[in-house]
C-alpha cells in the first residue's frame, strides 16, 4: 500500500478557505450530522483533527474557542456564522454518504459542563435545522481523546502559555505569561492547578456520557491504522470494508520543525518540576 503524505499545517491554517476550499455560495445545505471530539489542552487533538480530516468527517475544528485571532478568523462566514459554518465546513467520507460536520471541545469554561455546552450550544442548532435531527433529539457522535501521561499535557501547556507557542512550528498564537515564567515555582503552581480543574471536567464528561468512543494519544500514535478503523466502525457502522481500507492509505507527517527538539527539551524539564514537588497528585 502507498502512503500518501499529509503536511502537518499550524492549526490556525485550517480556517483558510484556501485549505478547506470552503465556498458559501456552493456549498451544500444539507444537514450534517454532529461529532463532538472531546479533549483537554495539549492532549494530541490535533493530530486526531487532522486524521478525521483526511477520512472525510467535516472540517474538526474549536469552532467555539473564545480566542480573539479564532473568532477573527471566522468572521468570514459573516452575520450568521453557525449557519454559514456547517454548510461550508462539512463532508462525507467516500464509504459513507452521510455529511458530518465536526467540531473540537475543550473546557474553555471550566464551570460549564459538556452536557450543558451541548444544551445550551448544539440543541438550539439543531432545533433550527441546522443539524440532522431525530425526534427532536439531537444526532451526535461523541469522542473523548485523553492522554495517558497527564503530566506530560500539563507541561505542555504551560510551556504554551508562557511562549504562545500552541504548535509545534512554535507559531505564536497567544502568550498567558512571561517567558521567565516557565520554571517559576508560583506559575507550576497555577497552570497545574488550572490543568487539574480541566482532567476532573473530562472525568466528569466521561461519566456522563458512558457510550462515547474514548481513544488515547499514545494508542493514535502507536497503531494509527487500527485505530481509525475502529472510530470509522464507531462512526460509520456498516462501511464497505475495502472502500475503508483504502480510505485509510494516509500518514501525517510528523513534526520536523527546527524547533521540536528545544521545545521537548523545555517540556521535559517543566515535567521534572511538576513531578518533583507534587503538584498534579490527582494525575496518578
Known amino acids: 500500500m502507498i502512503l500518501r503524505e499529509v503536511y502537518q499545517l499550524g492549526e490556525l491554517e485550517m480556517l ?29 487533538s490535533y493530530l486526531l483533527c487532522r486524521q478525521l480530516w483526511e477520512l472525510g468527517y467535516g ?24 449557519q454559514n ?12 454518504p452521510q455529511l458530518f460536520f465536526s467540531c473540537k471541545v475543550q473546557p474553555y469554561q471550566e ?18 435545522n441546522w443539524l440532522e435531527k431525530q425526534d427532536d433529539k439531537l444526532k451526535y457522535k461523541l469522542i473523548f481523546l485523553r492522554r495517558l501521561n497527564a503530566v506530560r499535557s500539563a ?3 504551560h510551556f504554551s502559555l508562557c511562549t504562545g507557542a500552541f504548535d509545534k512550528g512554535l507559531t505564536y498564537t497567544f502568550q498567558r505569561w512571561p517567558m521567565t515564567a516557565l520554571f517559576d515555582h508560583n506559575y507550576l503552581i497555577k497552570s497545574t492547578a488550572e490543568y487539574q480543574r ?33 472510530l470509522i466502525n464507531y462512526l460509520s457502522p456498516g462501511a464497505n470494508d475495502s472502500r475503508v481500507e483504502n480510505a485509510l492509505n494516509f500518514r501525517i507527517e510528523r513534526d520536523r520543525s527546527p524547533f521540536s527538539k528545544e521545545r521537548m527539551k523545555f517540556i521535559e524539564e517543566i515535567e521534572r518540576l511538576i513531578l518533583k514537588f507534587n503538584l498534579m497528585p490527582d494525575a496518578h
Open 155 to 157: 507541561a505542555s501547556w
Open 85 to 96: 459554518i456547517i454548510r461550508a465546513r462539512s463532508a462525507s467520507p467516500v464509504f459513507d
Open 111 to 128: 464551570h460549564i459542563s459538556l452536557k450543558q455546552h451541548i444544551n445550551q450550544l448544539w440543541e438550539p442548532l439543531s432545533r433550527r
Open 16 to 44: 483558510s478557505p484556501w485549505f478547506d476550499n470552503s465556498d458559501l455560495e456552493t456549498s451544500r445545505s444539507k444537514a450534517a450530522q454532529l461529532i463532538l471530539i472531546v479533549g483537554l489542552p495539549r492532549s494530541g
Open 59 to 82: 472540517r474538526p475544528f474549536e469552532y467555539c474557542n473564545p480566542n480573539a485571532q479564532i473568532r477573527s478568523a471566522l468572521s468570514r462566514f459573516g452575520r450568521r456564522p453557525w
Open 198 to 230: 480541566k482532567l476532573h471536567w473530562l472525568k466528569q464528561s466521561l461519566a456522563d456520557f458512558p457510550d462515547a468512543q474514548v481513544l488515547t494519544h499514545e494508542e493514535l500514535l502507536s497503531d494509527p491504522i487500527r485505530k481509525l478503523a475502529e
